[in-house]
């Protein structure tokens, strides 16, 4: 279904996610002062604020790291002022890319992202130009030999989840934004190990990409998700694992 989940498996299994574990809690820390800032301390009543933490514990985040984070974002200690924005463009092959950003200067911002489209094969588009292809949903992706289909279904079909597809060498689960939370527990309480979890903007269709289109749409998702105003990159891009492993760095 989605180079997503494979570019999140391949990240996984060659010890990049931790190589760049400064980079997701400084993402993480972003997440949760926004949040928190939006829709107050609470995460009972906080649904945003409830899934940044839930992300964050999964990466192991220290509780102290957890409350400053919230306390800046309500306001109780100081700390950096975020615009959240999203920009629309389009990578090699023509794919849609969608980039999250929380940033303190939006000027810096555009421009380091309009330069990572530019010299890897691909531009920025207008307001609304690719955003219509994807629609929020929870992703929890699991190799197969963590459960069996039978022990996930069981899963989904219990705790409200949409669907579970097979992609290869592994189970992708897809909800709502809504019952996501309770999909993940429980997967978590099964004491089942997931490859990435989180939920995301999932493309309605995916474009096939192979040969130089397919390594430079490689570059472009590293060079983005180098940036320190990058939140989350979504794409409708897909293409071969073995590609996608050799491409990357």
């Known amino acids: 279904m989605s180079g997503h989940s494979k570019w999140a498996t391949i990240k996984h ?16 820390i ?30 192991n985040m220290p509780q102290e790291n957890i409350k400053r984070a ?16 999203t920009f629309e463009g389009y990578g090699p092959g023509g794919v849609a890319v969608l980039v999250d950003v929380l940033t303190d200067n939006r000027n810096r911002a555009v421009s380091e992202i309009r330069h990572a489209f530019s010299k890897n094969g691909g531009n920025l588009g207008e307001t609304g130009s690719v955003k219509f292809m994807f629609a ?11 459960a069996s289909e039978e022990k996930l279904m069981d899963i989904v079909l219990e ?23 309770a999909v993940a527990n429980a997967v978590k309480a099964a ?26 749409m490689v570059r472009l998702l590293e060079t983005l998700e180098d940036l320190d105003d990058v939140q989350n990159v979504h794409s409708n891009f897909d293409m071969d694992a073995e590609q996608m492993e050799h491409a990357a760095r």
């Open 13 to 28: 299994k060659k010890g990049a996610l931790d190589a760049k574990r400064g980079k997701t809690f400084t993402r993480l």
């Open 30 to 59: 972003k997440e949760i002062t926004i949040a928190a800032k939006g829709g107050g301390g609470d995460p009972d009543g906080n649904p945003r604020l409830r899934t940044a933490i839930l992300a964050a514990k999964a990466e």
């Open 70 to 85: 919230i306390q800046r974002g309500t306001g109780e200690l100081e700390g950096v002022s975020y615009e959240e924005a």
């Open 136 to 146: 929020k949903k929870g992703l929890i992706a699991v190799e197969k030999s963590a």
């Open 159 to 181: 705790h409200g989840g949409e669907d579970l597809k097979d992609e290869g060498d592994t189970w992708e689960i897809l909800t709502g934004p809504g019952s996501y939370e």
């Open 191 to 216: 004491g089942i190990k997931t490859v990435m979890s989180e939920v995301s903007m999932i493309a309605s269709t995916y474009n096939k990409l192979e040969g130089s289109a397919a390594n430079q």
